[in-house]
């Protein structure tokens, strides 16, 4: 082990698992309504679900990030692929791991940004509201152990962007920032 990295308890990843699948669970409405048919995100959702209720981490939530990371690839609009992609990465979540790189974020956090740039693409949204509803979501442990990590990868995606504004926020235990609007990711 490096002298940067550390452990993370069973528990500690089913915390980070639940959390978003918390995040993803309120978009998958979104990805069902074009693509009722696919069901890949909703088993990634559930995958996650399992593992988080304490079932051992397995080769389900990683087939089934897989198979609901390909469902975004083939979604039919963005919202859709958003919705997925959060799906995927609740699942994905079963392996985040215990190596203090900022790219290890994206296994906490991402399903989270993806969630609030759905919401927030939605007819009447207020900006940055879902990104506080999505933090208030984040009950310990999971802040403490996002701090483990670097900060969150900087980008120019709105993902990338949302991701940092959640991940500032669970860090210094505020608010999110006001968001710079949903400009797509």
Do not use: K
Request: aromatic share 4%; with cysteine; glycine share 6%.
């Amino acid at each position: 082990m490096a002298a940067d990295d550390f452990v993370l308890a069973p528990e500690e990843l089913r915390a980070v698992a639940r959390f978003a699948a918390s995040c993803a669970s309120r978009v998958l409405p979104d990805f069902e309504a074009v693509a009722p048919h696919d069901s890949r995100p909703r088993e990634a959702l559930d995958a996650a679900r399992v593992f988080a209720e304490g079932a051992p981490r397995s080769n389900r939530q990683r087939t089934a990030a897989f198979a609901a990371h390909r469902a975004a690839r083939e979604a039919p609009d963005e919202r859709a692929r958003l919705a997925a992609l959060a799906c995927g990465d609740a699942a994905a979540a079963a392996y985040l791991h215990p190596i203090a790189r900022a790219s290890q974020v994206g296994h906490i956090l991402r399903a989270a940004a993806c969630a609030a740039i759905v919401h927030e693409s939605r007819p009447g949204a207020e900006p940055g509201s879902e990104v506080r509803a999505l933090i208030a979501l984040a009950e310990e442990p999971v802040p403490a152990i996002l701090r483990r990590y670097p900060p969150a990868p900087e980008g120019r995606t709105r993902l990338a962007q949302v991701m940092g504004e959640i991940d500032a926020a669970l860090r210094s235990g505020a608010d999110a920032p006001p968001t710079g609007g949903a400009s797509g990711a």
